[in-house]
């Protein structure tokens, strides 16, 4: 597993659910494994090498988050990279809150750091990370200039992600969903 730091903006669903949970998709919570068009693609079958399945799934969130950074909510050509590396509900909602809020003219600024990212379950079919993410930095702001981020809002956020295997083409590893979380490992 990789353990390395790496800034990045928080993403979209992170920065908008200020004081509450998205919900993830009904199934039992767990990960899986998705490697985004933005990463290498596997060379190997999902669910045979659980060490493979578990880098992937690293790199898939590392290039999320990567993507994230350069959204610049205005500008609608930035927001498919980042719209290619998740699937199902998380993608509608995303896509749904990107086009409000750019209707609304609302801005993301700032930078969000991975402090540390374990795997919290795995199968064949999926790998649930649970994330620490450092998002004291950032920032929305609304088109009059005002921040929309709740005062309350900590600066250390415990998320759970899950990433699933999507084959197409070719299999990539896409993020499934993202909540904040209040078990496993301290942030």
């Known amino acids: 597993m990789r353990t390395s730091r790496l800034l990045a903006a928080v993403g979209v669903t992170t920065l908008l659910v200020f ?7 009904s199934g ?20 045979v090498d659980p060490d493979a399945d578990v880098a992937a799934a690293i790199a898939a969130y590392e290039a999320y988050v990567e993507a994230e ?12 990279p980042l719209l290619d590396l998740i699937v199902g509900e998380m993608r509608d909602g995303t896509l749904e809150t990107l086009m409000s809020m750019a209707e609304d003219g609302t801005t993301l600024t700032g930078g969000a750091l991975i402090l540390s990212a374990a795997v919290a379950g795995q199968d064949s079919e999926r ?3 649970d994330v ?3 998002i004291g930095g950032t920032d929305i702001v609304g088109a009059d200039g005002a921040s929309l981020v709740s005062p309350t809002r900590l ?8 990433v699933v295997p999507v084959v197409a083409a070719e299999v990539m590893w896409k993020i499934d969903y993202i909540i904040f979380r209040e078990d496993g490992p301290e942030c």
């Open 19 to 25: 004081d509450g949970c998205t919900s993830p998709p």
């Open 28 to 47: 039992p919570p767990s990960s899986a494994p998705s490697t985004p068009a933005a990463t290498p693609k596997p060379a190997y079958t999902p669910g």
């Open 69 to 80: 950074n350069q959204v610049a909510i205005a500008d609608r050509s930035t927001w498919d």
């Open 127 to 129: 790998v649930v990370l």
């Open 132 to 134: 620490c993410l450092d």
């Open 155 to 162: 600066p250390i956020s415990a998320m759970r992600v899950r």
